[in-house]
Structures are given as structure tokens and as C-alpha cells.
């Protein structure tokens, strides 16, 4: 079993900048991916941002220029900085990991909400 923790999430004003990390834990038998979704009240969830073992990242639109994922994958470890942020960038985010066999695990999530 795979626990995720996140850390990192609050309250800041449009155009201020947050910092959310991630570090998992468990059996954990070679990580394929570790990235970061989000969840606004009454939509899906959507990818926000993902990055490979071997360094490849994919951003959602919205994320591309404002965003950066990195991570350890050695450490199991996965952060995204967010700068410039827009209320509507509000929404819980969730961190996930693909394992390289084994289902997907998710964390219990961290609000971020971005004041106008």
C-alpha cells in the first residue's frame, strides 16, 4: 500500500505564488509517474500537471506558464510551484502516483484558495 502526504496548500491573493509538495511512502516497486491534479467545487478533476521517472512533464493549458512540477524520484517525492495565481486556480489538488505495476494512489488532497 502507497500512502501519499501533501503539504503546501492555503490561502493567498491573485498574482501571489504557492509552493505544494508531495512525499510517498509504502511499497512503492518503481514509480512510472507523480503528478498533480485538482478538483474546484461541481467539476472533474483534472490533470494539472505531470512529470515521468525519467524527467518528461506535461502540463494542463492553464498551468503551462505559471506552473512547474519537479521531483525526487529517489526521495519519492513530487512538488509544484505555482506563481501568479488566479481565483480560478482555486480548487482542492491532489497528488498522485503511477506506479510502475500497481494501481494509481491518490492523496487526501490540499485546498488551495486564491482571493480576488
Known amino acids: 500500500q502507497v500512502q501519499l502526504v501533501e503539504s503546501g496548500g492555503g490561502l493567498v491573493q491573485a498574482g501571489g505564488s504557492l509552493r505544494l509538495s508531495c512525499a510517498a511512502s509504502?511499497?512503492?516497486?518503481?514509480?512510472?509517474?507523480m503528478g498533480w491534479y485538482r478538483q474546484a467545487p461541481g467539476k472533474a478533476r483534472e490533470l494539472v500537471a505531470s512529470?515521468?521517472?525519467?524527467?518528461?512533464?506535461n502540463y494542463a493549458d492553464s498551468a503551462k506558464t505559471r506552473f512547474t512540477i519537479s521531483a525526487d524520484m529517489v526521495k519519492n517525492t513530487v512538488a509544484l510551484q505555482m506563481n501568479s495565481l488566479k481565483p480560478e486556480d482555486t480548487a482542492v489538488y491532489y497528488c498522485?502516483?503511477?506506479?510502475?505495476?500497481?494501481?494509481?494512489?491518490w492523496g487526501q488532497g490540499t485546498q488551495v484558495t486564491v482571493s480576488s
Open positions: 509504502g511499497n512503492i516497486f518503481g514509480i512510472r509517474s
Open positions: 498522485n502516483l503511477v506506479p510502475v505495476i500497481g494501481t494509481p494512489s
Open positions: 512529470i515521468t521517472r525519467g524527467g518528461s512533464t
